[in-house]
């Protein structure tokens, strides 16, 4: 089991994407403002720096727009990203964290050992026994290279993310025939209002109760509170949201009023 508390509320970037409560998105002072709301998931983007480190941020640019994977670590941190290993070390060790790996194209050709996903086999590897880890990315063959390397995965839990563009009907069956341990769904994949399901399309019951079916755990990221509470009537497992406060009230308020 991924999420040992159902629903799971994951904090995208921290405490949200863009800036969010004063927080600039995957910073430390973001993870430790979700952590303070109580949760028990944070989610993260890493790239790899020129000197063969991971580094969190979403984009493949640096603040400036040069490239990350052109930039040392130090470099980088002197302009306010920060390296995966400052986050770890801040972020408490009951928090479990969503690795999202974030691949360019010079993975492709670049040595194995230089190349994103293997840098993060490093990482687990080192923190094995420290903490929960979800590995996830938009590129299966980052996730496939940690199935295929368990001695240096451990357990961490691996997920297939899909976007906006990547029907969930295509996102269910690729994941379970990976044989991943999860799904990573964009909320508008799942066909959440009624007057918006056309003839032959799924409901978000039918596509997250096949995915349990097939032994996956469901992630849906970014559902604003009303989403988010369909969402978890409709049997998700987890929600990656962007305002934290928000949801947690509308989750909170649903469960009073089916008590």
């Not at 004063?22 to 910073?27: A, D, K, L």
């Not at 290993?85 to 408490?92: D, G, I, N, R, Y």
């Not at 687990?124 to 590129?139: A, I, N, P, W």
């Not at 969402?231 to 987890?238: F, I, T, Y």
């Amino acid at each position: 089991m991924i999420f040992d508390t159902k629903p799971s509320v994951v904090g995208h970037r921290g405490f949200g994407s863009g800036q969010r409560g004063g927080h600039r998105e995957n910073t430390v002072g973001s993870f430790l403002a979700a952590v303070a709301c109580g949760l028990s998931w944070v989610e993260l983007d890493v790239h790899r720096s020129r000197d063969g480190e991971l580094v969190v941020r979403h984009d493949p640019v640096g603040p400036g727009g040069d490239p990350i994977v052109a930039q040392t670590v130090a470099e980088l941190g002197a302009v306010g990203v920060v390296s995966l290993a400052e986050v770890l070390a801040a972020v408490p060790a009951d928090v479990a964290v969503n690795i999202d790996v974030k691949t360019i194209i010079d993975d492709a050709v670049d040595p194995l050992a230089q190349r994103t996903y293997a840098l993060v086999a490093d990482v687990l590897q080192r923190e094995q026994g420290t903490r929960r880890f979800l590995v996830s990315s938009f590129d299966p063959a980052a996730v496939m290279y940690l199935a295929e390397h368990r001695e240096f995965a451990g357990e961490a839990a691996l997920g297939l993310i899909t976007g906006i563009d990547f029907p969930a009907h295509h996102a269910v069956p690729a994941a379970a025939n990976l044989g991943l341990d999860a799904v990573c769904l964009h909320t508008g994949t799942l066909n959440l209002h009624r007057d918006q399901i056309r003839s032959g399309e799924l409901g978000p019951e039918r596509i997250i109760e096949t995915a349990h079916r097939a032994g996956l755990e469901v992630l849906v990221w970014s559902p604003g509170p009303a989403e988010a509470v369909r969402l978890v009537r409709a049997g998700a497992d987890a929600v990656c949201v962007n305002d934290v406060p928000g949801v947690q009230a509308a989750l909170a308020l649903a469960a009073a009023g089916a008590a």
